[in-house]
Antibody
Framework: QVQLVQSGAEVKKPGASVKVSCKTSGYTFTDYYIHWVRQAPGQGLEWMGW????????NYAQKLQGRVTMTRDTSISTAYMELSRLGSDDTAVYYCARLGTTDYWGQGTLVTVSS | SYELTQPPSVSVSPGQTARITCSGD??????AYWYQQKSGQAPVLVIYEDTKRPSGIPERFSGSSSGTMATLTISGAQVEDEADYYCYSIDSSGNHRVIFGGGTKLTVL
């Protein structure tokens, strides 16, 4: 069965970076884009961007351009999202997801930014 | 920038029909997708490509789209349908970016 398993919770100081992993299984990794979506406490869903695991091509939300980097390692069917220059408003649950007609989400990774 | 607009809240009594709308200029050209999210859980897809229901989703969930508005309808809403609902679509400007609506809190009581 399709699974997306994310890395564990992180606590970071303002100005630091965080890198979240998303290990996939149960399907051909390069066949589907991986999207990253975050949700701040009590807030709605915010799309961050996607990566094409086949080509490595990316597309980022305009708001996060310059701070977010999405990468992948096809040898281990894993996608990564790195966010730099963290601020308190980056505190959120971060999800990786395979969006579309067949839709799968990771379990979410809580990133807390606090001094 | 492109936006999708949802009402912040909708309230119905059990057994009534709940309708949640999502409006956006790109919806005549792009499909709408709908998620249900219960507290502390990842979103669950309930409608895709405007009107299609994934397997395992109850038949009381249906979707429609006309012009710049997509609608999620829950016919005979049940207490367990109480959740946040989000629409999303793709920006039609050609940048292939995903846009989420702000979400609608459905109360069934």
């Amino acid at each position: 069965q399709v699974q997306l398993v994310q890395s564990g919770a992180e606590v970071k100081k303002p100005g630091a970076s965080v890198k979240v992993s998303c290990k996939t299984s149960g399907y051909t990794f390069t066949d589907y884009y991986i999207h990253w979506v975050r949700q701040a406490p009590g807030q709605g869903l915010e799309w961050m961007g996607w990566i094409n695991p086949n080509s490595g091509g990316t597309n980022y939300a305009q708001k996060l351009q310059g701070r977010v980097t999405m990468t992948r390692d096809t040898s281990i069917s894993t996608a990564y999202m790195e966010l730099s220059r963290l601020g308190s408003d980056d505190t959120a649950v971060y999800y990786c997801a395979r969006l579309g007609t067949t839709d799968y989400w990771g379990q979410g990774t809580l990133v807390t930014v606090s001094s | 920038s492109y936006e999708l607009t949802q009402p912040p809240s909708v309230s119905v009594s059990p057994g009534q029909t709940a309708r949640i709308t999502c409006s956006g200029d790109a919806l005549p050209k792009k499909y709408a997708y709908w998620y249900q999210q219960k507290s502390g859980q990842a979103p669950v897809l309930v409608i895709y490509e405007d009107t299609k229901r994934p397997s395992g989703i109850p038949e009381r969930f249906s979707g429609s789209s006309s012009g710049t508005m997509a609608t999620l309808t829950i016919s005979g809403a049940q207490v367990e349908d109480e959740a946040d609902y989000y629409c999303y679509s793709i920006d039609s400007s050609g940048n292939h970016r995903v846009i989420f609506g702000g979400g609608t809190k459905l109360t069934v009581l």
